[in-house]
């Protein structure tokens, strides 16, 4: 890591504050040499438990990436039923749709795919470009998050299984982005410079919907399969590769070509971020790369200008961007997610959840 995330601090041996902070969000049971949580078992048995007579323990959101790849491959091991989702937001790749058709198959796991609305998707995504903004990301995860949310609860399905992970995420400077899932600062950024009435044909989720009615109300609850096993990425990637035909992208997250763009060319050039830094910290942090190994990495661009240059152009007629359009939005001034409006409700409704809903729920539960 280093001064690009503006709020790091270095202590008198040089460890920075995001390394520190990764470490104690670390599972207690990785210092131990099991290959599994004690929790794995347990709580699979639960998800089994909980299924009844419905034909799915839980649904798994599926990218074409390594992460919630291997997290469908695990779950499927597990002897869980899974529902697979992809959110098709108009970015996808040849690969990643070739990874997701040949792990669906080969695990015979069914797989559900939503298209979203195009118009809806590059009129927000094209809004949050021109606000300046550094996590121009918001729109399409904002869609997923929504979108498979909302499948879960047509289907009945209460357990979902994501593929975050500690081992490879444990760092993301918070002056790097903003939750893609505050409905208030989508909003704003959208109504000030996209059309907000293409909303209308968005997937949407409150914070409402997300903090009391989802957890709540309906009992969904989330499972990161992937702090529960020993997680190794690229041990992971071979594995993928030789049993299921994976093919990789090069890049975290890459499944998706806005995220490719975003990540390789747009953060670059605007504001001088290199998320591969946070990603590579992570991997040390979690002991699986050494600090010379990632240094030597991050000699290599992230891609070349000629690659940079054709994917600027590709992302221009996809979002109906001139040249002009694009060099302005690249050359004004940087912003942060607070020049606009966020929403302020988020930990206040989280903790009105814990002190009284969770209470009541487990009191009439009891009852």
């Known amino acids: ?52 007579s419905k034909p799915f323990d839980a649904m798994i959101g599926v990218s074409g990436g390594l992460d919630s790849g291997y997290a469908l491959v695990s779950a499927v091991e597990a002897g869980l039923k899974v529902l697979a989702m992809h959110c098709d937001t108009g970015w996808n790749t040849r690969q990643s749709i070739t990874n997701i058709q040949n792990l669906c198959s080969r695990l015979s796991v069914p797989l ?56 490879s995420e444990s760092i993301l400077p918070v002056a790097w982005g903003h939750d893609a899932q505050d ?103 979690s002991g699986l790369v050494n600090r010379q190994q990632a240094l030597d990495e991050l000699t290599v661009p992230p891609m070349t200008e000629d690659q940079a240059e054709r994917d600027a152009a590709y992302l221009c007629e996809k979002l109906r961007f001139t040249p002009g359009d694009w060099a302005r939005i690249i050359s004004s001034p940087p912003k942060t997610h607070h020049d606009y409006t966020v929403g302020t409700l988020e930990p206040r409704l989280a903790a009105l959840g814990k002190r009284w809903v969770e209470p009541y729920l487990k009191f009439r539960r009891s009852w």
């Not at 289907?155 to 500690?166: D, K, V």
């Not at 096993?229 to 499944?255: M, N, T, V």
């Open 1 to 52: 890591m280093d001064c690009s995330d503006p709020e790091i601090r270095f202590d008198s041996s040089g460890r920075c504050s995001q390394c520190t902070q990764a470490e104690t969000k670390r599972p207690a049971w990785m210092a131990t040499d099991a290959t599994r949580s004690p929790e794995f078992e347990a709580t699979v048995a639960r998800l089994r438990k909980a299924r009844g």
């Open 112 to 167: 559900e795919t939503t298209v979203i609305d195009w118009d809806s998707m590059r009129d927000a995504q094209r809004a949050f470009l021109l606000s300046g903004v550094p996590n121009c990301d918001i729109p399409q995860d904002h869609a997923i998050a929504a979108t498979v949310n909302n499948a879960a609860a047509t289907l009945g399905i209460r357990s979902f299984i994501a593929g975050g992970n500690w081992a």
């Open 183 to 285: 409905f208030v600062h989508l909003r704003a950024i959208w109504r000030q410079f996209g059309d907000w009435r293409r909303a209308r044909r968005f997937p949407i989720q409150s914070l409402f919907m997300r903090r009391i009615w989802q957890p709540y109300a309906r009992g969904v609850n989330l499972w990161r399969i992937l702090n529960d096993i020993r997680y190794d990425p690229a041990a992971a990637e071979r594995r993928l590769q030789a049993d299921f035909g994976w093919q990789s992208y090069g890049a975290k997250h890459c499944e998706s070509m806005f995220t490719r763009i975003f990540q390789s060319v747009y953060l670059p050039m605007r504001f001088g971020i290199d998320k591969r830094r946070a990603h590579l910290a992570s991997l040390i942090v």
